[in-house]
């Protein structure tokens, strides 16, 4: 198996790893998370529970740098790059969250503080809001850039590894969804726009 899908399954299994403990802190310390009131769907697979609630935290932190665009990313075609790849987010994260709901899965952020792959920390929006012109450009375009790959290629695990029907053909959608978006990315660096910053520009080890 390639180097980058055994990373990504290693990095699901450590997703659900880590969701378990805590989960099972919680029922030590008498607490337990709050449900939606929704009851458990079909699937109760930890494989593809442990996806769902990593790519909800993943696409609210990604929709909220990229909010940050419309107003500080120093170019037209960044910014309306920014808006179509926000745009597909939220409607994303909309079906992320039903699905949520219909899996009866804990509707708070299990990850909330951990630093993941492809995850925009709470410190990279404090940088955000604080940076701007090309500086602004080149972290926005770094950290978006590397959430698509990591949530594609978590994605794509969760296709190979999950068992239910629901969370394995959303992965495949967005496994798909992904693949448009770093082409529309490496399409916008190929014209070489003034507005989209080197060194990320056109990456030499970009996936598409």
Do not use: N, Y
Request: contains cysteine.
């Amino acid at each position: 198996m390639p180097a980058r899908p055994v990373a990504a399954l290693l990095l699901l299994l450590t997703v659900l790893t880590g969701c378990a403990r805590q989960e099972g802190r919680a029922a030590e310390s008498g607490t337990v998370p709050s449900r939606t009131a929704a009851a458990p769907g079909p699937s109760a697979d930890p494989t593809d529970s442990a996806w769902v609630q990593l790519m909800i935290p993943m696409d609210e932190q990604a929709v909220a740098l990229l909010d940050m665009a419309s107003r500080k990313a120093t170019g037209p075609r960044l910014r309306a790059w920014a808006a179509r790849l926000r745009s597909d987010q939220a409607t994303e994260l909309a079906e992320l969250r039903r699905l949520r709901t219909r899996m009866g899965l804990p509707d708070t952020d299990l990850h909330e503080g951990h630093d993941m792959p492809g995850m925009v920390t709470a410190a990279d929006l404090r940088t955000a809001r604080a940076a701007g012109g090309a500086s602004f450009d080149r972290l926005l375009v770094s950290q978006i850039r590397e959430h698509l790959r990591q949530s594609e290629q978590v994605s794509r695990s969760e296709t190979a590894a999950g068992s239910g029907t629901r969370a394995t053909t959303r992965a495949r959608e967005l496994v798909a969804a992904r693949g448009k978006q770093l082409a529309a990315l490496t399409s916008l660096c190929a014209g070489k726009a003034a507005d989209v910053p080197e060194p990320f520009a056109c990456p030499e080890d970009h996936p598409v």
